[in-house]
């Protein structure tokens, strides 16, 4: 997480630890509520970050390539309708 808050995106870092401290999901609601995000603001590409650093770290050999994706997206069809606004269904895990 050091690497994220070192990189402006010590957001990501507090929504991780959040959804570890709620059996691995924070919806959207909360994502927006932890990074004090405006309603209008898009969630996409939130996960992009810890995506590309999961790849950087399994390139080096610092991370198997059997680790999972510590953050990664969940729609619903509700968001997928709907996908400029925030669903409290809307998940990352």
Do not use: N
């Not at 959804?19 to 990074?35: F, L, T």
């Amino acid at each position: 997480m050091l690497w994220l808050a070192y990189d402006s995106y010590g957001d990501r870092g507090a929504v991780i630890k959040y959804a570890a401290e709620m059996d691995g999901v924070a919806d959207a609601r909360s994502i927006y509520d932890i990074c004090q995000y405006p309603e209008d603001r898009s969630l996409r590409g939130f996960t992009k970050p810890v995506t590309r650093l999961t790849s950087l770290l399994q390139g080096l050999d610092k991370i198997p390539d059997s680790a999972v994706q510590v953050l990664k997206a969940e729609y619903d069809s509700a968001r997928a309708a709907h996908p400029t606004s925030p669903s409290t269904r809307s998940s990352y895990r």
